[in-house]
């Protein structure tokens, strides 16, 4: 414990001696020197001064005593007028002083904001995290200042209670809140795993599908907002995960079943189509023969060769469609064979899928007419029959 009292001389302005009584008075923060005549005092005062008073007893200053406040920040606490030959004890007491009175001040500092937590603690409704980090700072603080000493086992000691108090009080505002929380959670949770079963059961009536993941990675984002316990957290992105790849999986499904009915459709139309170039054909050589003949007019020659003209262009208009219908159905045939890895893959691109629905809607609106036409541009047998009749070559 720093010493408050102790005794110096010295000599004042008018080279007389003198008696330097310093005391340290802690509590108001400032030192008190006391100038006394040698002279003034017995010898028996002298004593009494420099043994009692210096341990703590009461004295009677006479009334010669001149009485100064020195300023601790001053290089000295020793008088200008006057000269001592102990300015090294004098400054070695200054020194210790200011140190205790710096950590007097400290420990006033931590005082006043130990006060002001258990304020805010009493005045708790719920648990306050920022009361928690605020006490946790204060007391990492005092430890500090124990472990280097500023602070003595004394005082932490008296404001030890304090601080678990504190803490006490925000664990049992914390289990409240943590409960609640979690239950608040859990409610999350299930109304998160209700809306996904929703997605589901949209994919399931083959809705609009880039629309729905659209939709479910925007619902996603929001829910990453939503505080859970990390149970639960894990949880609902599993839940997602498995919203996600059941979605996927009915996309496929949808696609495939969608390609494989295209694929189906062309493969039909390319038949139809080959058999009507085979009967145009078989058509065209019929009415080469026919403008061989030699009892062909000129007139029916002329007709002969219209017909041909209309065949051959439907022959070659029906062989470019048939081209381009093969070529989009090996690109269907391609994909149907590869596995999809994505909601993006599943699905034909735009302009494959418009090739193969419109190639078999053309055809079909073609087959319609053919059957009103009665097979359009195509000889009908009968008419072949009475081709063949034709007068025998000379």
């Known amino acids: 414990m720093t010493q408050s009292r102790f005794i110096a001389t010295g000599t004042n302005a008018e080279n007389k001696p003198v008696l ?12 008190v020197l006391r100038v006394i ?37 001053q290089e000295s606490i020793l008088p200008d007028d006057i000269r001592s030959d102990e300015t090294g004890k004098i400054r070695i007491r200054q020194n210790e002083w200011a ?50 000493r ?21 664990k049992t505002f914390r289990k409240t809140e943590s409960a609640e929380f979690e239950a608040a959670s859990a409610r999350q949770r299930d109304e998160i795993a209700a809306k996904l079963d929703e997605f589901k059961k949209r994919a399931d009536e083959k809705a ?26 894990q949880q609902v992105r599993k839940l997602f995960d498995a919203a996600f790849h059941y979605i996927n999986e009915q996309r496929n499904i949808y696609f495939s079943d969608k390609n494989a009915a295209r694929i189906k459709g062309l493969t039909e139309v390319i038949r139809k189509l080959e058999y009507s170039l085979q009967r145009d054909r078989k058509d065209l050589e019929y009415l080469d023969r026919k403008a061989n003949s030699n009892s062909i007019k ?13 065949l051959n262009e439907s022959i070659a ?20 064979s590869r596995p999809a890895k994505s909601e993006e893959s599943a699905e034909p691109d735009d302009e494959t899928t418009a090739a193969a629905d419109a190639a078999i809607a053309d055809h079909h609106d073609e087959t319609l ?13 009968t008419e072949k029959g009475d081709a063949e009749k034709v007068a025998p070559a000379e």
Do not use: C, M
């Open 369 to 381: 007419a053919d059957e009103t036409n009665n097979g359009g541009s195509s000889l009908s047998n």
């Open 150 to 170: 500023d602070i003595s086992q004394e005082r932490l000691d008296k404001i030890k209670d304090d601080v678990n108090s504190i803490f006490e009080k925000l």
């Open 208 to 233: 609009n599908f880039k629309a729905l993941f659209e939709e479910l990675k925007a619902y996603q984002a929001e829910v990453r907002k939503i505080r859970l316990t990390k149970s639960d957290d």
């Open 298 to 310: 000129s007139l029916e020659l002329q007709l002969i060769q219209v017909k041909k003209n209309l």
């Open 317 to 336: 208009s029906k062989e470019e469609k048939l081209n381009g219908i093969r070529a989009t159905l090996e690109k269907l045939q391609r994909r149907a």
């Open 99 to 148: 140190y205790a009175l710096l950590t007097a001040k400290l420990w006033e500092s931590y005082l006043q904001e130990l006060d002001e937590l258990k304020q805010r603690a009493d005045n708790l409704t719920q648990y306050d995290r920022q009361l928690f980090d605020d006490a946790k700072s204060f007391w990492e603080r005092v430890l500090e200042h124990r472990k280097e």
């Open 20 to 31: 330097l009584a310093y005391e340290l008075l802690e509590e108001q923060f400032k030192i």
């Open 37 to 73: 005549p040698k002279d003034a005092l017995s010898a028996e005062q002298t004593e009494a001064l420099e043994k009692k008073w210096v341990e703590g007893e009461n004295f009677d200053f006479p009334p010669e005593t001149q009485q100064i406040t020195p300023d601790l920040n």
